[in-house]
């Protein structure tokens, strides 16, 4: 599919199973699969913000220029549950999207949705839902664009479902089991006119999954840094890992604990990162003099900590246990009683 025709033909795909009754917010990115004649490509990411917990989808021109957006499409896999179930099909339900530019519009495609209209389930869709996100019907002026600089498309907000949020794959079993059975092309795509002026026509981009194409969430551990201070982070290349908060989470909403408090010979540290960097955690008297270091500077991933540490010649007094890092200062008063 290489003209406009294509993805009119893709629309009216998803406009025929709508009318069937199937239809009940780290960095991902994707790269397009080919170039038009005048070798402008474009790149679709995905990139999550902890301080809001939403997710944001982007395209990246290769070329300065003015831009309309025609059409386009963005396909979105997240783990099942992503979304709570819509009431009637049992399947996710919509992603809550906040259009940025463009009016966007989702359709999800799950297996509790095929069954419960009596279809057959997909393998390749065990425990995933694909949203299918469609800019339609109409056209919006994005303006001036610098290449290389993401524009924002649409966002939507992150859930405490532990899983893996990542663009669909151009060629993936899923895509073309959906394709298959069902006669809609999940795919990433974009209808671009640039510049925006009479007689040039709007080119159409084409993209599928790069290196870098997942956004993790997982519920964060208690980990012993002591075990731990040689081991480097298991992130894989391109996945950015995200804590998932939960209710039998220890410290709740505190990021630095002590205990017991007051303390005599031993103490427990328990503290959490929000973000992964250099951060370490010294005990320290009313004048701000280190008086012992109970967790050495160094590379934290985001997650929970513990460990016990005994104290060396502590006298008896008030202190504070100092966690200081790239991007967390937190103080908490102890006491030391002998």
């Known amino acids: 599919m290489k003209t406009a025709t294509c993805l009119t033909a893709a629309l009216r795909n998803i406009s025929l199973i709508l009318s069937t009754g199937l239809l009940g917010a780290s960095v991902t990115l994707a790269q397009c699969t080919e170039k038009n004649s005048k070798e402008q490509t474009v790149d679709f990411r995905l990139t999550y913000d902890k301080a809001t917990q939403r997710i944001t989808a982007w395209y990246v021109p290769s070329i300065s220029s003015t831009h309309r957006l025609v059409t386009g499409q963005f396909s979105i896999v997240t783990p099942n549950g992503f979304t709570a179930p819509e009431a009637g099909s049992g399947c996710d339900s919509k992603l809550e999207i906040t259009n940025i530019n463009g009016?966007?519009?989702?359709?999800?495609?799950?297996?509790?949705?095929?069954?419960?209209?009596?279809?057959?389930?997909?393998?390749?869709?065990?425990?995933?839902?694909?949203?299918?996100?469609?800019?339609?019907?109409?056209?919006?002026?994005v303006g001036a664009v610098t290449a290389g600089v993401p524009v924002a498309l649409f966002s939507f907000p992150s859930t405490e479902k532990e899983g893996v949020v990542r663009i669909a794959d151009t060629g993936e079993k899923?895509?073309?089991?959906?394709?298959?059975?069902?006669?809609?092309n999940i795919s990433n795509e974009?209808?671009?006119?640039?510049?925006?002026?009479?007689?040039?026509?709007a080119e159409q981009r084409?993209?599928?999954?790069?290196?870098?194409?997942?956004?993790?969430?997982?519920?964060?551990?208690?980990?012993?840094?002591?075990a731990v201070a040689t081991t480097k982070p298991k992130d894989a290349l391109g996945v950015q890992t995200v804590?998932?908060?939960?209710?039998?989470?220890?410290?709740?909403?505190?990021?630095?604990?002590?205990?017991?408090n007051p303390a005599t010979v031993e103490v427990?540290?328990?503290?959490?990162?929000?973000s992964a960097?250099?951060?370490g955690i010294d005990l320290v008297d009313a004048q701000g003099r280190t008086i012992q270091t109970l967790v050495p500077r160094k590379h934290h991933a985001i997650g929970k900590y513990q460990l016990k540490v005994t104290l060396q010649d502590v006298a008896a007094g008030m202190y504070f246990c100092s966690l200081k890092g790239e991007n967390v200062q937190k103080a908490v008063k102890v006491i030391i009683a002998k």
């Open 174 to 184: 899923i895509q073309k089991d959906i394709l298959s059975k069902f006669g809609s």
């Open 268 to 274: 427990t540290v328990r503290y959490q990162l929000l």
């Open 190 to 201: 974009l209808s671009i006119q640039s510049p925006v002026k009479a007689f040039v026509r």
């Open 277 to 279: 960097g250099n951060a």
């Open 243 to 260: 804590g998932v908060a939960s209710a039998d989470d220890l410290l709740g909403a505190e990021q630095l604990m002590v205990t017991p």
């Open 103 to 141: 009016s966007w519009q989702d359709f999800v495609f799950d297996n509790e949705l095929f069954m419960s209209k009596a279809l057959s389930p997909i393998a390749s869709m065990e425990g995933v839902a694909v949203h299918q996100v469609g800019m339609a019907p109409q056209a919006t002026d």
């Open 206 to 226: 084409y993209c599928k999954n790069d290196v870098q194409r997942k956004i993790e969430f997982t519920k964060p551990v208690l980990i012993d840094p002591t």
